[in-house]
């Protein structure tokens, strides 16, 4: 057998024809590949949101406690540290096993399902849908604000609470109220995110939700024996300054950390987490100066958190002076509900979580509305018409409102069958510190 030695124009057909179908199975390949190619995360926008993970636990632990701690009388110190710190801790379980889950996989209009329970599917390579930020960063992030929204309410039903009834509360809040929520604003097949409802750190979601649900704890636990006769005062405003400040520094990873990158519109929520809280303060300290003649660190303080809470929905979509505006109009608004509407009605709002995150926060969330006009220098939506974003701002805070006022009265209910609400009038007037705890915050 004789080997043929091919011709020349037979090799150049061949390598033609190589040549075409190289190019024709290069063209069908490279879309296959760039498809299965996974996602890869930004490590400074990961870097940028570790961060502000961190700075939110900073809220909570130190920052919410203490402030709280010093509002409340020095008998009941330790009781609202370890409500606090337990609670934080149940709602990051909690987080894992089934909230992330609820509220951030598809599902209905108003809850997710049950996907990613336990962190199912997701590796640490993971990257967020959509986004530039590893997954197991954007879960601890949102398991930070898990976390704060039911301590927020906490304070409002301070030193008369069991601690039991409090951890209940925790666990049946979370899952039958936050988490809903969380999906409704925050998740693409959310009914308040079709809508068209802007919350870009949590207005709706965080401060109205503690809001309303301190508000209906306050009211269905009952006052403070002695609440309108006897002297009910904080017992450190050193420890309440402290522990606002660890707020406003903690703050700024939870709005600028919002953007969920590293970038411009982090910058402009951290500018307006600044402009609007100072304005918010000296707004309430200035009205407190007139109308009671001094103002005092408590109300400056006050207004820093409510200047903090009303900015949080338009962090980073409002210009520098609309947030200027909603932190001045928050921080008068709250100071009107905290004194004038709170003495008038008679509700026992300890720590005033639904004068200021409540009110704040609906003074924010319907601002945002407004302000995102890119005529006031707010960065605009698409087909923005100031009317209809306005209207939609009012139907997610009214669906906000009545969402977390009827789930709430039905726990309520539920805690005060199951354990009870209220320590007896003997372990109210000798401090939960000792009753319940069995220890004393302070020897002397």
């Known amino acids: 057998m004789t080997f043929k030695r091919p011709s020349s124009a037979g090799m150049l057909a061949f390598a033609a024809t190589a040549l075409s179908s190289g190019i024709a199975f290069a063209q069908e390949a490279a879309p296959a590949a760039a498809a299965a190619a996974p996602a890869v995360a930004d490590k400074g926008d990961s870097a940028w949101m570790l961060v502000s993970t961190v700075f939110v636990l900073l809220m909570i632990v130190p920052g919410l406690a203490l402030f709280y701690g010093g509002l409340v009388r020095s008998k009941n110190m330790l009781s609202v540290l370890t409500q606090v710190l337990a609670g934080a801790c149940i709602s990051m379980i909690l987080w894992i096993v089934i909230g992330y889950s609820l509220a951030f996989t598809s599902g209905s209009p108003f809850i997710g399902g049950f996907a990613k329970t336990f962190l199912s599917g997701v590796a640490k390579d993971t990257v967020n849908d959509g986004g530039t930020i590893y997954e197991f960063v954007f879960f601890a992030f949102q398991m930070t604000f898990a976390a704060i929204t039911p301590a927020l309410a906490i304070g409002a039903f301070a030193e008369r609470t069991k601690f039991s009834a409090v951890m209940l509360f925790v666990v049946l809040w979370s899952i039958f109220v936050y988490y809903p929520m969380a999906h409704m604003v925050w998740q693409a097949d959310g009914y308040l995110m079709k809508l068209g409802a802007l919350d870009f750190a949590g207005g709706t979601v965080v401060h109205i939700n503690a809001g309303i649900a301190g508000l209906i704890g306050c009211l269905m636990v009952g006052k403070r024996i002695g609440f309108g006769k006897d002297l009910l005062a904080p017992h450190s405003l050193t420890l309440t300054f402290t522990g606002g400040a660890l707020l406003w520094i903690g703050w ?3 709005n600028a950390g919002s953007a969920l990158a590293a970038n411009d ?17 000296l707004a309430w300290m200035f009205v407190e100066w007139i109308v009671k003649g001094h103002p005092s660190l408590l109300g400056t303080v006050s207004g820093v958190i409510a200047g903090l809470v009303a900015i949080t929905p338009a962090a980073g979509l409002v210009g520098p002076l609309g947030g200027i505006v909603l932190g001045v109009v928050g921080g008068i608004v709250s100071f009107i509900f905290c004194t004038v509407v709170k003495n008038a009605l008679g509700y026992d709002d300890t720590a005033d979580v639904f004068g200021v995150h409540g009110i704040a926060g ?5 601002g945002t509305g407004i302000f ?34 009827i789930g709430s009265a039905i726990i309520f209910k539920i805690i005060d069958l199951i354990v009870g609400l209220r320590v007896s009038a003997d372990k109210e007037r000798e401090g939960l510190d000792i009753a319940e705890h069995g220890e004393r915050a302070y020897n002397m």
């Open 252 to 254: 700024f990873g939870f």
């Open 265 to 281: 519109v982090a910058g402009l929520a951290l500018v307006n987490t600044l402009l609007a809280t100072a304005a918010a303060a």
């Open 362 to 366: 609906i003074v924010g969330s319907i």
């Open 372 to 405: 995102v006009s890119p005529s006031l220098g707010g960065v605009g939506v698409t087909d923005y018409h100031m009317a209809t974003q306005v209207w939609n701002q009012v139907v997610a805070v009214g669906v906000a409102i009545a969402w977390c006022a």
